[in-house]
């Protein structure tokens, strides 16, 4: 027995919080927190049965003309911003900024397009910062290559290329907060092709 009630109390609800999200049925979920759990369920069976299910990963890619790594991306057919608007608003993944459709209150058949900063970026920042030190990051990138590419696969330039373009993201995004001002940052987007 913990010798901090509180402690206590707070591990009892914790466990009880997650039996009952394990115990949700799995069909169709339609809110937020039924997706969240469902996830966890997915994520938690996957390393409980150390099999990796990535047909449903490797589908939503490819229906978002994403099919990473193995389809390059070429400029002529390809619009980065295009791609990231289109997961913003078809799909609700946000990347580089969080973009939305708001109902315009003053004008009830007006939508408002919303852009704000994405926390899920800032959350992927501290977790790189804390455990992808280094040449982690990179190795990580490379085992997420293989394991979404084919096997025998050479993807060290691609990776590199990823290291770079997140390493100059992250750089011109807290160069960006410490100015604590409203303003523009430019940002070139790299080509990343097969080679």
């Not at 949700?24 to 937020?32: E, F």
């Not at 899920?120 to 990179?138: C, D, E, I, K, T």
Request: proline fraction near 3%.
């Amino acid at each position: 027995m913990d010798t901090n009630q509180f402690t206590s109390l707070q591990r009892k609800i914790f466990f009880s919080l997650y039996t009952d999200i394990r115990r949700q049925p799995s069909s169709a979920p339609s809110r937020s927190g039924e997706k969240s759990a469902q996830a966890l369920r997915m994520c938690e069976d996957i390393f409980v049965n150390r099999e990796e299910n990535l047909e449903g990963l490797r589908a939503f890619l490819g229906d978002h003309g994403l099919g990473w790594p193995d389809v390059p991306l070429d400029s002529a057919e390809f619009n980065v911003l295009d791609a990231l608007v289109g997961l913003s608003l078809d799909a609700d993944v946000h990347f580089l900024f969080q973009m939305k459709l708001v109902p315009n209150f003053r004008q009830d058949d007006r939508l408002i397009l919303s852009l704000s900063q994405n926390q899920g970026l800032m959350l992927w920042f501290q977790h790189r910062v804390l455990h992808l030190p280094g040449a982690a990051l990179g190795k990580m990138l490379q085992k997420l290559a293989a394991a979404l590419g084919n096997s025998g696969q050479d993807y060290a330039s691609l990776v590199e290329d990823m290291v770079q373009m997140d390493t100059d993201l992250m750089s011109m995004y807290f160069e960006f907060k410490e100015k604590d001002l409203i303003g523009y940052s430019q940002f070139q987007v790299r080509r990343v092709e097969m080679k």
